[in-house]
């Protein structure tokens, strides 16, 4: 689908970043093969966490400059001609010459920055959870978990604490404890289903592989006493 | 709700966060969103399950 998509395009002008949202690598590699795109992977919901997204599949187009010009929450599928026609369109869009935001790093994103960083904020939980992130990313479990948990003892109220602490956990070998993470992250954003279908693929594999069984999942729903809109 | 200090949820016509994940081919491989400046980018976000 994408693959098609991507080739009719000149590479010079648009590129393709696929992001799956998934603790567990060996669960996205299949769906790489024969791509010419690439495919990163987000195990800790950075992008989720940063856009206020608690769903997938979603688009965010950028243009030249790194401008948000297109956010698609949800349902974003490159199958429906509507959403083709919208990227095509913005591919090759004449974008308002206005005033170019000047290029500035928002997020210190390395290991050492971040420490120093926590130097003069020690008790800044937002330091201690992207402190988490770059630990994650070079595969630091250990280290990795414990900024999460710095990050939920500062913030005990914030969901992605939690849930950067439970992919720490995962990622240690700790399954229980990763489960009982997520869940506190469920229990404090209800609505996210990101983290609820990271429990269920946990604790529920068989449900996921090789197929994804949505009757399942719906019946799921209601046993865990979750009704949208109630 | 917001984690950094710095940030707001961005919006069309904020600059993204320059976010760096994990190749899935290569874990200890690093992709920078700033990478592709120059091009118009799509990020397509989705998961297995």
């Known amino acids: 689908m994408w693959q098609q998509f991507v080739e009719r395009i000149d590479p010079a002008r648009f590129a393709l970043l696929s992001v799956a949202v998934d603790t567990d690598v060996e669960r996205v590699r299949p769906f790489t093969e024969g791509l010419t795109f690439p495919t990163a992977i987000d195990r800790a919901g950075t992008l989720g966490r940063l856009f206020d997204f608690d769903v997938v599949p979603n688009g965010v187009f950028l243009d030249e400059q790194g401008v948000i010009r297109f956010l698609h929450v949800g349902g974003f599928d490159i199958r429906r001609p509507e959403i083709a026609a919208q990227i095509e369109a913005l591919i090759g869009a004449d974008f308002t010459a206005g005033a170019t935001p000047t290029y500035s790093r928002q997020e210190s994103l390395d290991v050492e920055v971040l420490r120093i960083e926590l130097v003069e904020r020690p008790n800044d939980a937002g330091l201690h959870f992207a402190l988490g992130d770059a630990l994650l990313r070079e595969a630091r479990a250990v280290d990795a978990v414990a900024a999460y948990a710095r990050a939920v003892e500062l913030d005990p109220g914030d969901w992605s604490a939690h849930f950067g602490l439970g992919t720490a956990l995962e990622l240690q070998g700790q399954r229980d404890a990763a489960l009982a993470a997520w869940r506190m992250a469920l229990a404090l954003d209800p609505a996210n289903f990101t983290v609820r279908k990271q429990i269920w693929r946990a604790e529920h594999p068989e449900r996921f592989y090789p197929d994804i069984d949505l009757a399942w999942q719906k019946q799921q729903l209601v046993r865990e006493g979750y009704a949208p809109g109630a | ?49």
């Open chain 2, 1 to 49: 709700m917001t984690m950094t200090p710095t940030s707001k949820t961005p919006q069309i016509g904020d600059l993204a966060p320059d976010v760096v994940l994990a190749s899935a081919d290569d874990l200890s491989r690093r992709i920078r969103v700033s990478d592709y400046r120059g091009r118009r980018l799509l990020i397509f976000m989705w998961a297995s399950w």
